[in-house]
Nanobody
Framework: QVQLVESGGGLVQDGGSLRLSCVAS????????MGWFRQAPGKEREFVAA????????YYADSVKGRFTISRDSAKNTVYLQMNSLKTEDTAVYYC?????????????WGQGTQVTVSS
């Protein structure tokens, strides 16, 4: 099992920045990739960004390219999501997820989520 704990959410003004953190514990040796997802009220959960656990390629949703950066600190078993130039439409609960396989859509473990609210 892998446990994921997110932090760093909060209230920020339009154009501001936040950095989300996700600490992984447990069987981290089973992790192949880490991802960030978000779910806004009344909408389905959507992919935001992903990175391989080895710190390899990164992937982003078109809506966040150029504004968000996913990164990893292997020594701390932590994945970050740096969010710049935030927009009101970025308001959502953000979830960290871990996947054991290279399958793009398969994630096995999820965190509890952290709220990000962007005000105009």
């Amino acid at each position: 099992q892998v446990q994921l704990v997110e932090s760093g959410g909060g209230l920020v003004q339009d154009g501001g920045s936040l950095r989300l953190s996700c600490v992984a514990s447990g069987r981290t040796d089973s992790i192949y990739k880490m991802g960030w997802f978000r779910q806004a009220p009344g909408k389905e959960r959507e992919f935001v960004a992903a990175i391989t656990w080895s710190g390899g390629p990164t992937y982003y949703a078109d809506s966040v390219k150029g504004r968000f950066t996913i990164s990893r600190d292997s020594a701390k078993n932590t994945v970050y999501l740096q969010m710049n130039s935030l927009k009101t439409e970025d308001t959502a609960v953000y979830y960290c997820a871990a996947g054991r396989s290279g399958s793009q859509r398969a994630y096995d473990y999820w965190g509890q989520g952290t709220q990000v609210t962007v005000s105009s």
